[in-house]
């Protein structure tokens, strides 16, 4: 079987600098990306990013990594949180260039403002597809209670330890999920 051809769509202050180390560690293992969801074989959302999965003419393999989804739970104690645990968890260097990539990418104010936007319109609950999604246990923006979510279809749950961002950090847990 051919590795797939995965088209990424990234959350709020993300991009390519953010997911350098997840993207090497899939091309090590023959996986390719391509900036065409059509011509992808899965479409992986990342964090904000799941809410921008495009809409393709044929049905694709959809992994949505960290969904931001907590009702009720304000998105500043969600980042709050998020800091403290990358501060906790993850060496000192790791942590300071991903922030000054996520500086980079804050500047795409127009992206997060689609991305509040399909937030608020429930767009995130009509993607489709082979739908898998990833939730890190100490995810400080998608909620455990995995009852609250609204897909319109079936979905595949899988629970992973780690943070929030943690495919960016830790890419080898997240290439079964990818394959299968």
């Known amino acids: 079987m051919a590795a797939p051809v995965v088209h ?5 202050c993300e991009g ?4 350098r180390r997840f993207r090497a560690h899939l091309e090590s293992q023959g996986i390719t990306f391509t900036k065409d969801p059509e011509a992808a074989d899965v479409l992986i959302g990342h964090s904000g990013g799941c809410l921008m999965i495009p809409e393709t003419k044929q049905p ?8 931001p989804w907590w009702p009720g739970k304000p998105i500043h104690r969600a980042l709050r949180e998020k800091l403290i645990d990358e501060y906790r968890q993850l060496p000192t260097g790791y942590v300071w260039r991903k922030l000054s990539w996520n500086a980079l990418y804050f500047w795409r104010v127009d992206r997060t403002i689609r991305m509040w936007r399909a937030l ?7 993607v489709s597809g082979d739908i898998t999604v990833v939730r890190n246990e100490r995810d400080t923006y998608f909620s455990p209670d995995l009852g609250s979510l609204q897909f319109s279809q079936p979905i595949r749950v899988i629970t992973m330890p780690g943070i929030h961002d943690d495919c960016w950090h830790n890419p080898e847990a997240y290439l079964s999920v990818v394959q299968s």
């Open 8 to 12: 990424i769509s990234y959350g709020v």
């Open 16 to 19: 390519p600098g953010v997911a």
């Open 120 to 126: 608020k319109q429930g767009s995130l609950w009509q």
């Open 60 to 67: 694709k393999r959809v992994v949505l990594i960290g969904l």
